[in-house]
């Protein structure tokens, strides 16, 4: 596979990240238009930088001067593939210069697309677009636009690794729990960990009390999830999954989720069947999910008090985590896409 200029036009921080380091690794002159226009990053962002992307001064201060709805000819002609992460606006604003400069465009789901945003990107396909998925619900969604590849997100499992469960803590990573309430099933997850040395990572939830553990830097989050002994998970709708239960389940530690049932079901919302991770975890042999919460609360008692069993489901949790979203896994289905693409 040739080295190839990428551009990637983000909404997400930390999937940039992610992106980004990947493609660089792969060989690749990246250019990240979004929290890393600078590679070194910011001490505010909740990953590091990344040394090893060169910084292209000259487009960062173009990226400045014009936002992403409004890119100009000098900021997309020197690329070979531009990635566009789920934001339609910047397929509809830039679609006549992209096409005007015959570029390969790749439209990235990040797991919050939306009949209408299938509208648009099913108009734009039947253009060229290259749409790239991150899950196989996603078919479910209405006006579901179709599928050139799917690549799911990934991790790096030597960085995600190393749990050992000493601290009888059970913990949950979720950004404003409270403030966005249905939509991250804030009731269910305060009752599974009432009674327990429970704590809620993630910025936005000052209105927990002492549930609330705070904003942790990059590398307290990696210890964290190594020293802490149960992860639950509901999720965030209408995502099939998140980052944060990639980054738990390669760890090791021993996940504890919520059910389709209560995923899916958003009351004022329109139903929709997104959830994927009742059939990535296997009840009682990687981890435990169900809508009985009762039923979730006994098996989190269950594992504070055997730490060779919560080591056993952690370690099948790894495992599973590791076939879905591996590093090597998922760079070889870029690498792929990309040969196609060249």
């Known amino acids: ?57 000259e487009m960062a201060k173009l990226a400045t001067l014009y936002p992403k709805t409004a890119l100009t000819k000098e900021m997309v002609e020197p690329f070979d593939v531009i990635i566009v992460m789920h934001t339609p606006e910047w397929l509809t604003c830039n679609w006549k210069l992209f096409r005007s400069l015959g570029k390969k465009i790749i439209w990235y789901s990040i797991g919050q697309s939306t009949p209408r945003v299938e509208q648009i990107v099913r108009f734009y396909k039947a253009e060229g677009l290259i749409v790239v998925r991150y899950s196989p619900k996603e078919a479910l969604i209405r006006n579901y636009a179709g599928q050139d590849d799917l690549i799911r997100f990934y991790k790096d499992q030597d960085e995600f690794s190393g749990w050992n469960g000493n601290n009888r803590e059970v913990i949950n990573f979720t950004q404003s729990l409270k403030g966005r309430r249905n939509f991250c099933h804030h009731d269910d997850i305060l009752r599974l960990m009432e009674g327990f040395n429970g704590k809620v990572y993630g910025i936005g939830n000052d209105d927990l009390g002492a ?66 991770v009742h059939e990535m975890i296997d009840n009682g042999i990687n981890g435990f999910v169900s809508d009985d919460i009762e039923y979730l609360r006994g098996k989190i008692s269950l594992l504070l008090q055997d730490q060779n069993l919560a080591k056993e489901i952690g370690q099948r949790g790894r495992k599973k985590a590791i076939q879905l979203f591996g590093k090597e896994e998922i760079k070889k289905q870029w690498k792929k896409l990309f040969e196609r693409l060249t």
Not at 20 to 35: Q, R
Not at 235 to 259: D, F, K, Q, R
């Open 1 to 57: 596979m040739e080295n190839m200029k990428i551009q990637i036009l983000s909404c997400h921080s930390v999937l940039e990240y992610d992106l980004a380091k990947l493609f660089t690794e792969m060989g690749h002159d990246v250019f990240s238009n979004g929290a890393y226009l600078d590679p070194k990053g910011h001490f505010s962002l909740p990953r590091p930088g990344i040394p090893e992307m060169k910084f292209d001064e």
């Open 211 to 276: 549930m609330n553990g705070g904003e942790l830097p990059f590398e307290m989050l990696k210890q964290k999830m190594r020293d802490a002994r149960v992860f639950v998970y509901g999720g965030t709708w209408p995502a099939s999954y998140t980052l944060s239960m990639i980054e738990a389940m390669l760890t090791g530690i021993p996940m504890v989720c919520i059910g389709q049932d209560k995923a899916e079901n958003i009351e004022g919302v329109e139903g929709q069947k997104f959830y994927e």
